[in-house]
């Protein structure tokens, strides 16, 4: 009988696991799926020559995450590799602005949107210099957390205090209308905001874009080297090489709960296996609370509050296989392993409201990735690999695009998206089309096939919006990975800090897991080595 059964082989089940098993726990991690990842998987299906990343791509939480650079996934073969230039967004008269890790580069592409821009980005810059160690140590730790948000209460205040905290709370239209007088900047942030569902006019989203671009500006959007897949495959090889297991193709059903505990699970195979310390769920919060465990399990203000849950947006992916470089019409987009698609701040809000409005956008934001660009074994050589995402409402009631698009997600509709999108690439690039070896089209319910947390294609486990995050994430008065039943414990995106691949959920879940199985005299005996290292005294 392992110590712990892991639900879900995603990257938060993973470093869950892996922490487990670095506690010298025994560890089963059960994956519906047929090959691990969740999120994080490539493969060649749109072409044997093109490497493809089949979800996530770009990963700066990933670099910047303590939690990932403390199990030294290096050591396991896992290699970073960058593009020339981090991001860009261009505009359809041909300027462009673009994120460099190089700060002096950035500035010096807004400052062709306005002389004074440039500067405003390195005021910005320096701020999060001083923020960044206890702002990620606080984003990464379980909630609350008290020690790095006391010091970077005292960070702000040295950075200005209230009116900092005021511009992190603003949406990112206003936060760019206040830092910079030309658009590049503007669309900067008000791109990266978009990443989530956070649209231009959301509360929140300015302190969101902001804290997307200066991951950027730091540590870069760097992909895994071969694909997405290597990530997942360094932290498998590294939870087997300490003797933890990975079984795939294998449903879990149900969690088995005796005594008000979480004793094991259930496949649907019917299959039980057993857990003797506890079970750590990297499954979405309706999955969780409203499949997995079984009613009379859960207080009935967690099955209320359940109803109110919200999802991220859905989201279209297309994949493609190109003959040559992508013709884009400014030459500095060519560099960039991401590039943003929208002819301006106006196009960014009109795109968010048609979602808002549960309208298929005619003009969708499309966030493009140039993989061999950024990887250069993607590909053969004169070639990309490439794809493009864009956002889209759950419910759909029209097609503002008036092509009829009902969201059924039957041939026609994937067509005409997907179609649509390319439309939109070539605003930016004229001649895309025309370079196109292959595609391939991976609409809401494909993507939710493929990976079952991610309902209806919505890629953040619930929405980023305020009402939803620290103490409300994943419902109101949590915050923390424990769950109503003791020893079952939430590792996934659903809980804080949310999406991205950063391992934090993952590591909170095997945190409190650990706590709670730690015999009271080691527990006591921690505490004071803890006030000990607080105090420099002992006690």
């Not at 996934?73 to 890790?101: E, F, I, K, Y």
């Not at 979405?284 to 209320?304: I, K, M, N, R, T």
């Amino acid at each position: 009988m392992p110590d712990a059964v892991v639900i879900g082989a995603g990257p938060n089940g993973l470093v869950a696991a892996n922490l487990l098993a670095d506690a010298g726990w025994s560890v089963e991690v059960v994956e519906e799926q047929p090959e691990p990842g969740g999120a994080v998987r490539h493969d060649r299906g749109v072409d044997p020559a093109f490497v493809n990343d089949l979800f996530s791509s770009f990963y700066p939480l990933a670099a910047a995450s303590p939690v990932l650079a403390s199990l030294r996934l290096q050591d396991h073969g896992l290699a970073w590799s960058h593009a020339p230039s981090v991001l860009a967004h261009p505009l359809t008269d041909g300027s462009c602005a673009v994120l460099d890790r190089n700060v002096d580069a950035t500035a010096a592409s807004l400052d062709a949107f306005d002389p004074a821009d440039g500067d405003a980005w390195r005021r910005l810059h320096d701020v999060w210099e001083g923020l960044r160690p206890d702002l990620l140590d606080a984003l990464f730790t379980p909630f609350p957390p008290v020690r790095a948000t006391a010091r970077l209460a005292r960070r702000l205040r040295a950075a200005g205090g209230l009116r900092m905290a005021r511009s992190l709370v603003l949406p990112v239209r206003r936060l760019g209308e206040e830092e910079f007088r030309g658009e590049g900047g503007r669309l900067l942030l008000a791109g990266n905001a978009l990443h989530a569902d956070l649209a231009p006019e959301s509360s929140g989203s300015g302190g969101f874009g902001w804290l997307m671009a200066m991951l950027g500006q730091t540590y870069g959007f760097p992909v895994p080297a071969g694909g997405s897949g290597a990530l997942t495959s360094a932290l498998v090889r590294r939870l087997e090489s300490l003797g933890g297991r990975v079984r795939c193709g294998q449903r879990v059903e149900r969690v088995v709960v005796r005594g008000g505990r979480a004793v094991g699970v259930r496949t649907a195979a019917g299959d039980a296996v057993p857990a003797r310390r506890a079970v750590l769920a990297d499954v979405s919060v309706p999955a969780l609370y409203g499949e997995l465990v079984e009613p009379e399990h859960l207080p009935a203000q967690v099955l209320e509050d359940l109803r109110r849950f919200q999802w991220d947006f859905a989201t279209f992916k297309v994949d493609w296989a190109l003959d040559g470089p992508v013709p884009w019409r400014t030459g500095q987009a060519a560099g960039a392993g991401t590039v943003h698609l929208a002819d301006g701040m106006d196009e960014l809000t009109r795109f968010a409201a048609q979602i808002a409005m549960r309208q298929v956008p005619d003009r969708p934001f499309v966030i493009f990735g140039q993989m061999t660009t950024s990887d250069a074994g993607r590909s053969p050589r004169g070639t990309e690999s490439a794809w493009a995402y864009t956002h889209i409402p759950h419910e759909i009631r029209a097609d503002a695009g008036d092509e009829g698009i009902t969201g059924d997600w039957t041939a026609k509709d994937r067509e005409l998206m997907a179609d649509r999108v390319e439309r939109q690439v070539e605003r930016f690039a004229p001649g895309f089309r025309d370079l196109i070896r292959a595609r391939r089209v991976l609409a809401p319910p494909t993507l939710e096939a493929m990976d079952g947390n991610l309902v209806g294609g919505a890629i953040n486990g619930g929405t980023t919006a305020m009402h939803q995050q620290l103490v409300f994430r994943p419902l109101p008065g949590t915050g923390r990975p424990e769950t109503p039943v003791r020893g079952l414990y939430l590792a996934s995106s659903g809980a804080h800090p949310g999406g991205g691949v950063h391992g934090a959920p993952g590591a909170n879940a095997a945190r409190a897991a650990l706590r709670r199985n730690v015999p009271p005299g080691l527990a006591r005996a921690q505490r004071l080595l803890a006030r000990r290292d607080r105090t420099g005294t002992r006690r």
